[in-house]
């Protein structure tokens, strides 16, 4: 007799059924070529784009994203709010980008893990170094967990109109 259910609960029952929710969302997001006005591109959702979506491009709502300076030339994004405040996975999602100086938006960029390793400015304050060093861990554990996909742009938009 199988006494993990009982022991730990249905674990494979709500693992499936989480699968199942991600697919029928990523179906949604690949015909729809979005990611949905006010969602942010979860870890589990771009990994599943890396892995199966050919290098298809995908637009992402922009205003969900905020954009750290890092030094003088260097900037970082991740999401303004995370659901679980613990959970570091969205944080691997945008990494290093670049904003346009004139609105502060940011230019579409390739999900690709590039640079590899992104380099501490010599300007930078101890929250900086913290901030870099951190991308730079997550990075290499999402290169590890991805394993074999497509590199793929992401399209940031910051209209109502790009997402219908």
Known sequence: MDYTGILYGNDKEQAE????????KMFR???????GKGNKLTYE???????????????????????????DEHE???????????SLDDLKVHGHVSTNPKNGRIWDGKYDFKPREMSVPEDAGIVDKIRVGSRNFLNERAI???????????RYRYED???E
Do not use: Y
Not at 17 to 24: A, G, S, V
Not at 144 to 154: A, R, S
């Open 29 to 35: 997001m690949f015909v729809d070529g979005h990611a």
């Open 144 to 154: 590890d967990e991805h394993g074999k996909g497509t590199p793929f742009w992401i």
């Open 161 to 163: 109109k790009d997402f």
């Open 76 to 86: 970082i994004a991740a999401p303004t709010s995370l659901d679980d405040p613990w």
């Open 17 to 24: 059924q989480k699968r199942e929710q991600l697919d029928d």
């Open 45 to 71: 959702q771009a990994k599943w784009w890396w892995r199966n979506a050919g290098g298809k491009p995908l637009v992402v709502d922009g205003r969900e994203l905020k954009v750290w300076k890092v030094g």
